[in-house]
């Protein structure tokens, strides 16, 4: 997918639900038939979704791994700021940089050259574009595709694990205890 530069301005909070889906998340510039000049975010797994916007036509996929650093730095605003966001090509060709600005507050994130592989997902064996698992998870299965690189993701960011082969690997004698004794530590 190239990068087409380019910045648009939307509410945080219209921006936190675009972004509120398992990645990789395409964000593009449209024109929506009911909605006219709009926002797109587009996952491997969903509908597409909408959000009215202004501004220069430009695209960007942002890698799964990339979200929750986004959503976090968003979730630090107050849901009607105004969010600038846009990509650029970084001139010494080393790939792109998308960046979101709220008055002094920023978050660049910076996409190299062809960081897309397609492979098999270690957990659901799926053939799609996938992630290498983070190290602070422990034994993890490795590569992820974004929805499962996602469940990684939201189980340790809530102290939790995404299933019980998990749960045996990685929680210590306490917490597989506590879940035992309570209910089981999926979702
Ligand atoms: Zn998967």
Same mark, same amino acid.
């Given at each position: ?9 939307? @509410?945080? *909070?219209? +921006?936190?639900? $675009? ?8 964000? =593009?510039? &449209?024109?929506? #038939? ?35 650093? @986004?959503? *976090?730095? +968003?979730?630090? $605003? ?8 846009? =990509?650029? &090509?970084?001139? #010494? ?95």
């Amino acid at each position: 997918m190239t990068a087409l530069p380019g910045r648009t301005t939307l @509410l945080a *909070a219209e +921006l936190a639900w $675009l972004l509120r889906q398992a990645g990789p998340i395409t964000l =593009t510039t &449209t024109h929506h #038939d009911v909605l006219g000049p709009a926002l797109q975010s587009t996952t491997p797994d969903q509908p597409p979704r909408y959000t009215p916007t202004a501004g220069g036509p430009w695209t960007h996929t942002i890698p799964a791994t990339d979200l929750p650093a @986004l959503r *976090a730095w +968003l979730d630090r $605003l107050d849901d009607d700021t105004p969010v600038r966001i846009g =990509t650029a &090509t970084l001139a #010494d060709g080393t790939g792109t940089l998308l960046t979101a600005r709220s008055g002094p507050q920023t978050i660049r994130i910076h996409q190299p050259i062809n960081t897309a592989v397609e492979a098999r997902c270690a957990r659901c064996q799926q053939r799609r574009v996938v992630h290498p698992a983070s190290p602070a998870w422990g034994h993890a299965p490795t590569p992820l595709c974004g929805t499962c690189w996602n469940r990684y993701a939201d189980a340790r960011a809530a102290n939790d694990y995404v299933d019980w082969p998990d749960a045996l690997r990685n929680a210590d004698d306490d917490q597989i205890t506590c879940a035992l004794t309570s209910e089981e530590p999926t979702r």
